[in-house]
């Protein structure tokens, strides 16, 4: 299995700040937030890494992380040259996947839980944590241990269960993001992605029991780093 790092936007609910740099190299107390979706793919078993990032920002991503020998990980580069959605920039990937299966990480993901890619058997599977604002995610609807529904946003949600941006994938997902439509804003979505393979009953899912940071806003930011402290001083 092969890992993908999404870390092509552009942070714009973090400006002026991501003006001149990505947000994902931005600190989390003691390390950029890029360091933290590496090492989550390393403690998966995943070595071969795939960072895909936009024009502007290759360079310092280039200067901070490297080729992953400080991660005892190999990281290769690609660039997302339109900003068309996270179904998109996985779309990225494909030379590098060469048909194996692919974790998928967004980069401002912080989580405390590895994540289980070991007994993966083909399809998709989506992770899910308990959030106490469902509206603001992807939300999963579960009843009897299965999947029974996927919204994006939903207004008013069927259940609480956020769907986390980390992902795993067969092969086919390349082939599948090439069906995809535009949505309302002119991306292809994760959601429609995923909702893919629900519909060919190729989608299950794991639940994220330990803390889980979407560090994509300042106050999130502010968050994951206080509780990286609390956790480095801890050790």
């Not at 552009?10 to 003691?30: A, E, F, Q």
């Not at 292809?188 to 899912?205: A, G, K, P, S």
């Not at 994220?208 to 206080?226: H, R, V």
Request: aromatic share 10%; charged share 25%.
């Amino acid at each position: 299995m092969k890992g993908v790092i999404v870390s092509a936007g552009l942070g714009t609910r973090m400006r002026p700040l991501t003006n001149i740099v990505s947000k994902n190299l931005l600190p989390v107390y003691n390390k950029p937030l890029i360091y933290y979706s590496i090492e989550i793919l390393k403690e998966a078993g995943i070595s071969d890494i795939i960072l895909i990032v936009n024009k502007r920002d290759i360079k310092q991503y280039k200067t901070i992380v490297g080729n992953g020998d400080g991660f005892d990980v190999k990281i290769i580069y690609a660039i997302q040259h339109e900003q068309k959605g996270t179904a998109h920039a996985i779309l990225c990937a494909e030379e590098f996947a060469g048909g194996e299966d692919i974790a998928v990480i967004f980069a401002d993901n912080i989580l405390e839980d590895k994540i289980d890619a070991g007994n993966f058997k083909g399809g998709a599977r989506i992770f899910l944590k308990q959030v106490p604002d469902p509206e603001r995610f992807g939300i999963a609807e579960i009843k009897d241990g299965r999947i029974i529904s996927l919204e994006e946003k939903p207004k008013e949600p069927k259940s609480n269960y956020a769907v986390i941006g980390i992902y795993i994938y067969d092969s086919r997902v390349f082939d599948y993001i090439r069906t995809l439509k535009p949505s309302g804003r002119g991306e292809l979505e994760i959601t429609d992605l995923n909702n893919i393979y629900f519909q060919n009953n190729d989608l299950d899912f794991s639940m994220i029991k330990g803390f889980w940071i979407d560090a994509g806003t300042f106050d999130s930011m502010l968050e994951a780093g206080n509780l990286m402290k609390e956790r480095f001083l801890k050790k």
